[in-house]
DNA sequence: TCCCATGACCAAAACGTTTTGGTCTATCGT
DNA sequence: ACGATAGACCAAAACGTTTTGGTCATGGGA
C-alpha cells in the first residue's frame, strides 16, 4: 500500500556503502573506486531511485529547472498581433523536449519586471528568445549569477556569448539569390522596425547583397502592430513607385500575405508579376495561396540547441557557443512564375 | 557581500515568536491569535520573506509546481499540421501568466507516457488540454493521484467535472444564427475527425441548429492532418453539389482558408456567393482574405481560467466547476455579403 | 624506518521548511 | 470548586539530499 520513495539510504544499503558514497559515485563527485561506482550505479538502477529535486534543490541550491522567456511585448493586446505564436510555440515545445530528456524541466515564465520575480522562480538559468537591444531580462539573470542562453543575439551585448542563431547572413543571401535566379532583377525589401538580430542582420544582409550586384536597395520599414495590414500599406507605397520592383523579401510572415493582398489589388499577380518571400515559415505561409516561399528557420532545431547548450552549461561542461543552426529554404509557388 | 537569504527564523526573531507559529500563521494552519497572525505578517513583509519553494517542497511534498500538457500528436510532423499553434500559445501564456501570480509556477511538458515520467516532473497537478476521449494521461495523473484540470471535457469520462470549457452549443448556434441573418439558407459544415469534446459538440450543435430549423444538415468530415489541403477537397465536395450550399461552417482555421480557396477556385466569391466562418479564432484568419468570420474562443481566458481552478484546488478550496468560458464572435467580412 | 601524500570511504551537519506532539493558561459547564 | 475543553504557543523531529571534515589504509620517497 504505502508506496515509500526510494532513498538514497535504500540505494546505500543495497550497494552496501554509506549515503555519501553513493551520493559521491552517482554524481561523480568524490573519488570512488571504480568497481564500487559500478555497483552503487547498479544498484539505484535496479531500485529505480531517482534523486529527490526538492531535497537536491534544498540542500544544493539548485534546482535543476530552466525558465523559457519568450518575448515579453508591453501589452496582450500587442502580443496578439506581434508574436509569430507559431514559430515560438515550435521553439518552446522543442526546447521542452530536449531539456526534459536531460532532467532539467522548463518553465513558461511570463515577463520578469524585477529580480525577486525571478528569484522566486527558482531555476537555475533560463532562455531568452528574441532578446531587444540590451535587453534587461538578460540583466536580470546576471544580477543573480544565472546563466543564459539566447536565441538570436542581444545587439547590445556583444561579449555575451551564449546564443544559438540563424545564419541571418547566409539564410538571406540564398533566399535573395533564388529570387534573382527566378528572374527578378529588382528585389525590394520589406523589413521590420525592431531591435533584433534577426532583424537587423537580415536587413543587412539584404543591403549587402544589392551591394555585391550593383543594385540599389530598396527597403520599406513597417511596424510591428498591426503587421499584415502595415505590410499591406507599405507594400503598396513599394508596388506604386515609378520603378516597381519585381521580388520582394517581407521579413515576418504576415508581411508576406500583405504583401500578397496589396499586389492582388493592384491587379497584379503572383507570382507571375511579383515574387514574393517570406523570412519566416508558418502556417500562413504554406497556406497562402499562393504558398510562399519562405526561410525555414528550423525553431524545432533552435530550441533543442538552446536547450541543450544551457544544460551543458548547467553540469559543468563547457560547450562551444555561439552555436548556429541551419535554415532551410522552403520554395513555393509564389517565387515560380 | 553576502546575500544572506531570508528564512523563516528571521521572521520569528522579528516578530517574536517561534518558527512554528510564523509558519502556522503564514499557511492559515494552526490557530494562532489574529493580533499574533498580524504581527507575523508584518514582520515577513517587512523582510521580504518568501519561504524557500525546496525546503517546502521537501518537507511537505507538495512543490507548488503545475505542469501544462498540450495535445500530444504522435508525431512531430503531425504536430505541424494538426495544431492550432497559435490558440495553443495564448492558452500556454495566459495559464502561465494566471498561474505565477499566485505564485506556482507552469511547467511546460513534452508528451508523457509513464507513470515514472511524471513522477519525476515532481508536479502538483496539471492542465490538460483537449484530452481526447478517455486520455490516458488524465490516467497518469490519477494513479500518482494529483488533481487535473482539463481544457475541454473528456468525453470517456463523464464523471471527471474539473473542466473549463467553450460554450460550443451556445457558441455555435450564435455563429449559425448569425450566418442565417445574414442570408444563408443552405449552411453546411466541414466537421473534424478527433474525439475531442469541442470538435464533437460542435458538430453536434450544427445538427441539433439544422433540426430546430427542419434543415437537413450537411456534414463533411475532414481530416486532421494536411488541414488546409483537406479542407480544400472536402470544400470543393460541398461546392460541387447540385443543391451547392451558400454557407459553410468550417470548425478549424485552416479548413476556412481551404474553403476559400477551393470557392475561388470555383469562380465563387466570398462573401458574395459563398459565406464562410470558422470555429476557431487565429491570425490566419484575421488576415485572410477576406478576413474570416470566427469564434474567438478567447484562449487568454481559457487558460487563466484553468490556471484559477486548479490553483484553488491545490490550496485547498473546493471551487465550482466545470467553469465555462464565454466565447466572442468575431463578425468580418467573410459573412457580410 | 618514518613521514606524508593519496585514495577510498564514512558520520554527521546542514539546507529551510512543515508537522508532530506536546505545555500552559483561561474559560466553561456543572 | 473541579474537570474538561479549547486556544495560543512552542521544541524538536522529519523530509532526502549534498557537503564538510574527518578516519584509516596503502604506498612511495627520504
Redesign the interface.
Known sequence: MSERRVTIRDVAAAAGVSVTTVSHALNGKGSVDPATRERVIAAAGDL?Y?A????R??RSGR?G?IA?L?PAPDT?DA??EM?S??Y???L??AA??AA?ER?H??????PLKTV?EL????VDGGILCDPGRADPRLALFEELGLPVVTIERDLGRPEHRWYVRGDNEANTHELLDHLADAGATRVAMLAAESDWAWSAESEQAYRAWCASRGQEPIVEVTGLHQ??ASAYESGGRLLDRPQRPDAIFALAE?YA??VV?AA?DRGLEVPRDLLVASGIDS??T??A?PPITTIDLLP?DQGAAAARLLVERLEGAEPAAPVVVPAALRIRASTQP
Not at 529527490?52 to 531535497?55: D, E, L, V, Y
Not at 524541466?105 to 511570463?110: F, N, R, S, Y
Not at 528569484?119 to 527558482?122: C, F, T
Open positions: 529505480g531517482r529527490s529535486r526538492a531535497a534543490a534544498l534546482t529547472v523559457m519568450l496582450l502580443e496578439r508574436l505564436l507559431d515560438y510555440m515550435q518552446a515545445m521542452a523536449g526534459f532532467h524541466p522548463l518553465l513558461l515564465t511570463p525577486a528569484r522566486e522562480l527558482g503587421l499584415e504576415s500575405t500583405g493582398r492582388r502556417q500562413q504554406r497556406e495561396t524545432q
